[in-house]
């Protein structure tokens, strides 16, 4: 793909908040029974392993929430070739297309 045919292709991403909020929503319960096993052994003689607990669920679960989210990322990618003299438009409601706030005092 040389420099004059990039201009062929439309490159659009369709990502929802609705598309991961399963994910963050999961990950979220995830996190609150670590917490609530965490406190259950804070009774324990050696509170050191509540910490250990928590820093485990952590440790070992954020590489499978990273992962969920960036393979829902790359499948609403989508690359889709434009013929030539075809005139584009945005997307409404693309993030580019907002207008900046000010605020007013």
Request: glycine share 6%; hydrophobic share 50%; charged share 10%.
């Amino acid at each position: 793909m040389n420099k004059n045919n990039i201009q062929n292709y439309r490159f659009v991403c369709t990502l929802t908040f609705g598309d991961i909020y399963g994910q963050i929503i999961v990950w979220l319960i995830t996190i609150t029974i670590s917490l609530a096993s965490a406190l259950a052994l804070m009774g324990a003689r050696r509170p050191v392993y509540a910490l250990a607990t928590v820093g485990l669920v952590i440790v070992l679960t954020l590489p499978f929430l990273l992962f969920a989210f960036v393979t829902t990322l790359l499948n609403h990618i989508e690359l889709a070739a434009v013929e030539p003299g075809t005139k584009t438009e945005p997307i409404p409601g693309n993030v580019s297309q907002q207008q900046p706030i000010q605020a007013t005092s």
